[in-house]
C-alpha cells in the first residue's frame, strides 16, 4: 500500500492502519480494478471507495440507496474536510444546481446519488461533461430479486459499464448469501471484478434468544438495565406493538421513541432524527427503521417478536455495535410469531415460487432459535462461512441448554392434535393435555378424548417449549388458513409409532431481577473508571450540544469509541490530542480548544 493511501487514512480519518483487507481493496480499485467487497456491518467498508476516491483523478459517484443515508455520510465527510455533497429529493433548484456545478467544475470528490435519479436521462448527460473517478455502487444486495432490499433500478446500473467502460467500480454489501453474490456478480456485470470477501463474523457482539414467557416487557426492560445511558432498537413485528412497547418503555423512565411507516412522515423524521442527534435514546420500530442507519454506537438490538428471516434478522442485529465495541443481540419470540409471519407470507402478494422461499427461510430462522449449538456458528454457515463453534459469546456457549428425553412428551403433543381433527391451535391442545375443562374443551367434548389430562405433569411453559420443538423440527406444520392450527407431517409418523426418540431443550427460569445503582451500572456498561467515566459524559454533553447546534448527527462529530479513548487518556495539548485514534487535522484544528477545555471542566 503507498504511503499516499496511509497519509490520507491518518491525516483525515485519524487512524494509523487499515484493517482486514481495506489496504489491498484500496490499493486494487485505487489502481483501476473493479471490485465486490461483501465486509460485515461495522467493517469500514466505506473507506474502500472513500480513499480511493481521494487518490484518483475525477469524481467519486457514489449510489446509495437512501437519502438519509446519504445525507449523514455527506456530513461525515465534510466534517474532516472531504469535498462530498448529494443530490436527492431534499435539495431545491437552487441547492441541485449548486452541486451540479461544483460537479462540472471538478470541486466534488464524492457525489452521493439515489439510483433513481441517477438514470435519469438528464443526470446521465451531467455525467458525461464531468471528470469521472470512480462509481461506488453501495447497498449492492438491492440487486437482488430475492432478497429483503429489493431495488428494481438496481439491477439497470450495468449502465455505468456499458456508458464509462475504463472507470472502476466497486460494489459493497454487508448481506449477502451465495446465491445473492451471485445474482450481484451477474446483474452488474462484474464477472471481471476482484472479490474481497471478509469473515461476517460480529466478535463484539453477544447473542441471545429466549421464549416469550408472558412477562410482557418486563424480560426486555432487563436487557435495558445492562445498557444504561446508552442507544439501542427495539424491533417489533407490527406498527400498534412499535407504539404499546414505545409507551411502556417511556413509562419506565426510559428515552423511547416509536418509528414505523404508518406515522405522520414529519413525526417520524423527527424521531430518526433524535435518535441520530441525541445520546441514550431506544428506537422502537418496525423494520422500516432499517437500511442506512448508520449509527455507531447502538449497544444493543432487541426483537420483542421474531423477525422474517434469518438474513433480515443478521442484517437487523448488524445495527449494533458498528464501532467495535461490546454490544448485544437479543430475541424474544413465540410460536404465536410463527402463525403470524406465516399469514403474512401466505396471504401476500407475491407469487408462488417466492412464498416458498420465505417460508423456508422462517423455518431456517425457527431452527436456528431452538438451537442447542454454537448461535455464531449457525449464523456464519448462512454466508458459507465455517466457524469452530463454542464462540464464548453467545446464551448456547455461555451456559450451554440442557436437554431432557422429550419422546413421551412428543407423543402426547401430537396425539392431542391428531385426536382434535388438527383443527386446533397450542392454546387449546395445552388445555386438553392438561386437563382443563374450559367452555372450549366442553364445546368439542374433548374432555371425553383419552389424551385429556394426560400432560398433566407439565406446566403451560414447558408445553409450549414443546409444541415450539416440535414445529421447529419439522413435526409439525402451521396452518394459516385456520387460525394457527397445528397439523402433524410425514416426520410425526415415526414418532408415534414408537420408532424414533427425541430430545428436546430444557428452558432456563429467568433470572431474578435486580436493582442496581445507576452510576456503578453506566461505569461498567461503558467500562469505564469512575474518573474518566465524568469525563465521558462531559465529553458527550458537549457533543450532544454541538451536534444540535450543527443540525447533525453526535457521531459525525466524535464517535463514543473516540470520546471513550479521549476520557481515558485524558490528553494535556493538542499534540497528545492528535495522537488519539479517530482524531484527523480537520477535526484536531475544529474541535480541539473546545475538548480540551471541557476536559478541564470536568476535572
Not at 459493497?172 to 471478509?198: G, M, N
Not at 413525526?267 to 430518526?272: G, L
Request: net charge neutral; proline share 4%.
Amino acid at each position: 500500500m503507498s504511503d499516499t493511501a496511509l497519509d490520507l487514512l491518518h491525516r483525515i480519518f485519524g487512524h494509523t492502519a487499515f484493517r482486514g483487507e481495506q489496504a489491498q481493496i484500496v490499493e486494487h480499485v485505487a489502481g483501476g480494478g473493479d471490485a465486490l467487497v461483501l465486509m460485515p456491518t461495522g467493517g469500514g467498508k466505506s473507506l474502500c471507495y472513500q480513499i480511493p476516491a481521494l487518490l484518483r483523478d475525477g469524481v467519486a459517484i457514489v449510489v446509495s440507496p437512501l437519502i438519509a443515508l446519504m445525507q449523514d455520510q455527506v456530513e461525515a465527510l465534510r466534517q474532516v474536510g472531504v469535498r462530498a455533497a448529494f443530490l436527492n429529493s431534499t435539495l431545491d433548484a437552487a441547492a441541485a444546481a449548486a452541486v451540479e456545478r461544483d460537479l462540472l467544475a471538478g470541486d466534488l470528490d464524492l457525489l452521493y446519488v439515489a439510483p433513481e435519479r441517477l438514470l435519469t436521462g438528464r443526470f446521465l448527460s451531467l455525467l458525461e461533461r464531468a471528470k469521472l473517478g470512480l462509481f461506488a455502487i453501495d447497498e449492492a444486495h438491492c440487486v437482488s430479486q430475492w432478497g429483503h432490499d429489493f431495488r428494481p433500478e438496481y439491477r439497470q446500473l450495468t449502465v455505468l459499464h456499458e456508458r464509462w467502460p475504463d472507470v472502476p467500480r466497486i460494489a459493497l454489501t454487508a448481506t449477502a448469501d451465495a446465491p445473492t453474490r451471485r445474482e450481484i456478480v451477474e446483474r452488474l456485470a462484474l464477472e471481471d471484478a476482484k472479490q474481497f470477501v471478509s469473515s461476517f463474523d460480529r466478535p463484539n457482539i453477544r447473542y441471545t434468544v429466549v421464549p416469550k414467557d408472558g412477562a410482557g416487557t418486563r424480560a426486555l426492560l432487563d436487557v435495558l438495565a445492562r445498557h444504561p445511558g446508552q442507544s439501542g432498537i427495539v424491533y417489533a413485528m407490527s406498527r400498534k406493538r412499535v407504539e404499546a412497547v414505545a409507551e411502556q418503555l417511556c413509562k419506565a423512565g426510559l428515552k423511547a421513541l416509536p418509528y414505523h411507516a404508518g406515522m405522520d412522515a414529519q413525526v417520524r423524521a423527527a424521531n430518526q432524527r433524535r435518535f441520530l442527534q441525541e445520546d441514550g435514546i431506544v428506537m422502537v420500530a418496525t423494520i422500516a427503521f432499517g437500511m442506512g442507519i448508520d449509527k455507531p454506537d447502538v449497544r444493543f438490538v432487541a426483537h420483542v417478536d421474531l423477525p422474517k428471516s434469518i438474513e433480515g434478522y443478521y442484517q437487523e442485529t448488524g445495527r449494533a455495535g458498528r464501532d467495535g465495541g461490546p454490544s448485544e443481540a437479543w430475541l424474544s419470540y413465540g410460536l404465536g410469531d410463527v402463525v403470524s409471519l406465516r399469514q403474512m407470507i401466505e396471504q401476500g402478494d407475491a407469487g408462488g415460487e417466492r412464498k416458498q422461499l420465505e417460508l423456508r427461510k422462517l423455518d431456517a430462522l425457527l431452527g436456528y432459535c431452538e438451537s442447542t449449538d454454537c448461535r455464531r456458528q449457525a449464523l456464519l454457515r448462512l454466508f458459507g462461512e465455517a466457524h469452530a463453534g463454542a464462540c464464548g459469546n453467545c446464551d448456547n456457549c455461555l451456559s450451554p441448554p440442557q436437554s431432557w428425553d422429550g419422546t413421551d412428551a412428543a407423543r402426547k403433543a401430537l396425539s392431542a392434535i391428531y385426536r382434535t381433527g388438527q383443527r386446533f391451535g397450542v392454546g387449546h391442545l395445552m388445555d386438553v393435555l392438561r386437563g382443563a375443562k374450559t367452555e372450549k374443551v366442553q364445546q368439542f367434548r374433548h374432555g371425553e378424548l383419552a389424551v385429556f389430562g394426560v400432560g398433566a405433569d407439565l406446566d403451560d411453559r414447558q408445553w409450549r417449549s414443546v409444541f415450539r420443538q416440535l414445529v421447529a423440527g419439522g413435526y409439525v406444520d402451521v396452518d394459516v388458513e385456520h387460525f394457527g392450527a397445528l397439523r402433524l407431517t410425514e416426520a410425526a409418523r415415526p414418532v408415534l409409532r414408537g420408532e424414533a426418540t427425541l430430545r428436546f431443550r430444557s428452558e432456563p427460569k429467568a433470572p431474578p431481577r435486580m436493582r442496581r445503582d445507576r452510576r456503578a451500572s453506566e461505569a461498567e456498561a461503558f467500562d469505564l473508571d469512575p474518573a474518566s467515566l465524568v469525563r465521558f459524559q462531559s465529553l458527550r454533553e458537549w457533543r450532544a450540544q454541538t451536534a444540535r447546534e450543527q443540525n447533525v448527527p453526535a457521531y459525525v462529530i466524535f464517535h463514543d469509541a473516540t470520546l471513550r479513548a479521549i476520557a481515558e487518556a485524558d490528553p494535556a495539548d493538542l499534540e497528545d490530542l492528535g495522537r488519539i485514534p479517530g482524531i484527523g487535522s480537520s477535526k484536531l484544528d475544529r474541535y480541539g480548544e473546545a475538548v480540551l477545555q471541557q476536559l478541564f471542566d470536568a476535572a
